[in-house]
């Protein structure tokens, strides 16, 4: 293989050099929600990453990403001055500057591959000499969740900067309503059916590259406390799917001749796909929350349950 230099979008080669047999040794500053999926590591791996209070209050590592590392059995480790990028494998190390963030992906970062025997094993000492190291464990864990919670994202370009494509910010900022309910087919009444169609119609475009966002309907028996600028979570118990997180960008609207029921048009994303509710409930268990909640409707007036929610999709 010799040595490679890989920029301005490094992570598919960093995520192919390091699938090799053995035990991978990783110390990567700050970590996003999406970091299993950049940094695939598995059980016997170790990871030290940035997970003191400063980097963890600004949402640049996420305690999501170090559930699933420890869920997955890796050890992880944090040390609160580390920086460093590096990764080492039986055969191959790592060095540049790319965190394990969807922000990395956009940033422009660097890194060079490389199979040189006294790089690797260079790397590997560095790993080993970093101090100040704490045990991320279920405690810390539990620690960091509560820290996230009352913390902000600080924008830093390739940690927790913003994306470049803005359209992707759907969602109100902060997230402070948020509602659960079971989704339930039913045929919408042909007013119904004209309104969303005029509706639907004035955010269409025609031509040009696929939609990001569709118009959708929320129909209640019943006016509620839902109102513009919320956001719900539909969940489909009977067979078994969480919906992405959608936005009330209407008014509730009262439908005539249906005994007082009313009608709210939302905005979802068409790049966020249903989750299996059993890996949902999972998820959230681990995170301290009970997955049984998913199977009633609620208003979510926990914090960290709206946070975890929005988890799920790396929102």
Not at 15 to 33: D, E, K, M, S, V
Not at 83 to 103: E, F, L, P, Q, Y
Request: aromatic share 6%; hydrophobic share 40%; no cysteine.
């Amino acid at each position: 293989m010799g040595t490679t230099f890989h920029g301005p979008s490094p992570w598919p080669h960093i995520t192919r050099a390091i699938r090799t047999r053995g035990p991978r040794y990783a110390a990567i500053g700050y970590l996003g929600p999406d970091a299993p999926e950049l940094l695939p590591l598995r059980a016997g791996d170790l990871l030290v990453v940035n997970a003191s209070t400063a980097a963890i209050r600004a949402h640049a590592t996420s305690p999501a990403a170090l559930a699933h590392y420890l869920n997955t059995g890796v050890r992880v480790l944090s040390s609160p001055t580390l920086h460093a990028k590096v990764i080492a494998t039986n055969t191959r190390a790592v060095i540049g500057s790319a965190n394990a963030s969807a922000n990395s992906t956009l940033a422009d970062d660097a890194v060079v591959i490389t199979d040189d025997p006294d790089i690797i094993a260079g790397v590997r000492t560095f790993i080993d000499s970093l101090d100040e190291i704490t045990e991320v464990d279920q405690v810390f864990l539990d620690d960091a969740i509560r820290e996230w919670e009352i913390g902000r994202a600080v924008p830093l370009p390739g940690i927790t900067g913003r994306l470049r494509n803005p359209e992707t910010d759907f969602l109100p900022t902060p997230v402070t309503r948020m509602f659960l309910i079971h989704a339930v087919d039913y045929e919408p009444t042909r007013t119904e059916q004209q309104v969303l169609d005029e509706q639907r119609g004035r955010h269409h475009s025609r031509g040009g590259p696929v939609a990001t966002y569709q118009l959708e309907s929320l129909r209640l028996d019943k006016p509620s406390g839902i109102k513009r600028g919320d956001v719900v979570v539909f969940v489909d118990v009977d067979d078994h799917w969480i919906h992405a997180p959608a936005v009330v960008v209407s008014d509730p609207m009262k439908i005539p001749r249906s005994g007082g029921a009313v009608l709210y048009f939302l905005r979802t994303r068409t790049d966020l796909p249903p989750l299996p509710l059993p890996s949902a409930e999972h998820t959230l268990t681990t995170l301290g929350h009970p997955g049984s909640r998913l199977r009633t409707d609620h208003y979510v007036r926990s914090p960290s349950l709206r946070a975890a929610l929005l988890t799920l999709w790396n929102l």
